[in-house]
């Protein structure tokens, strides 16, 4: 969008750095002609602001139509850097160790490369985001997913516009029989800031959490999400304010649910989901 040239700068910059892979780029401006852009590198301008997972979704699908789509997708925030320049080669590597996980994910720390938010361990037990493991969501801003698992799943959902779509794919990849990897020893940097920062963040928030719960999950299980988390999310407006964006979120989600295209996962996923560690009522 624009409005952070000195971090898209810094962003880029580590991003040519890496080596050990064949990289192609696309940038994408969304709602906006993108000002800066590497070299060689692909530019998608999207006339409105169609939201995150949608911008994405336009990178990955020029990319496609450049004839060259890659082995692998990675999506990159554009206030995230590589701290060291074979990330990218080592999250293939680690690709390649677990070929049952659709997407790798990396650590993703503060500039001082050792505080990470609970908010950024993509699962439940969060007091040591230094152990690899099994995952079922993901950290959206910094992942590499398979190409041909991300087409076959038709990418990011759109209509999220921001926050949760991470929830939404993992829960559709483990629903097709994948799994998610959590590469914890590899790291990369974004500012400690707070998505609290972003004006649209409790009511999207919580209208994205029905959302997802409609989307994907079994009839039975819908109710016992939405108890679950309207009582976080409660709580947490109540400690953090933001109580009244919170509550029109939440119509707004259960009033447009019909509006979206139900897939519920099988029970079979669920209880591997639980397995997992996260069974998707909480």
Not at 111 to 118: A, I, L, N, Q
Not at 222 to 238: D, E, F
Request: hydrophobic share 40%; proline share 8%.
């Amino acid at each position: 969008m624009n409005d952070r040239p000195e971090p898209e700068r810094a962003a880029q910059k580590t991003l040519l750095a890496q080596h050990g892979v064949d990289l192609r780029i696309c940038v994408v401006g969304n709602g906006c002609v993108p000002e800066i852009v590497p070299a060689g590198a692909r530019a998608v301008v999207l006339e409105t602001n169609v939201g995150i997972p949608g911008g994405r979704n336009a990178g990955a699908r020029a990319l496609a139509e450049s004839g060259r789509p890659g082995t692998y997708l990675f999506f990159l925030d554009n206030d995230a850097t590589f701290p060291r320049t074979d990330v990218l080669a080592r999250l293939v590597a680690e690709a390649d160790q677990h070929p049952e996980a659709a997407y790798v994910q990396p650590r993703l720390t503060g500039p001082d490369d050792v505080t990470t938010p609970r908010r950024w361990v993509p699962r439940l037990r969060a007091g040591h985001p230094d152990r690899p493991g099994v995952i079922t969501t993901m950290t959206e801003g910094v992942v590499l997913v398979r190409r041909d698992v991300f087409d076959a799943l038709g990418g990011w959902e759109a209509s999220l516009f921001l926050y949760h779509e991470g929830l939404d794919l993992g829960y559709r990849c483990w629903a097709a029989g994948w799994t998610g990897w959590y590469a914890a020893t590899l790291r990369m940097h974004h500012p400690l800031t707070s998505p609290t920062r972003h004006a649209l963040f409790h009511r999207l928030s919580a209208r994205n959490r029905i959302t997802v719960a409609y989307r994907n999950l079994p009839g039975p299980l819908i109710p016992l999400y939405l108890t679950a988390w309207t009582t976080i999310t409660l709580a947490r407006s109540l400690r953090h304010r933001g109580i009244r964006e919170s509550l029109p979120g939440m119509r707004e989600g259960w009033a447009l649910r019909h509006v979206q295209i139900r897939n519920p996962m099988s029970w079979r996923t669920v209880w591997r989901l639980t397995r997992a560690g996260r069974p998707p009522v909480i």
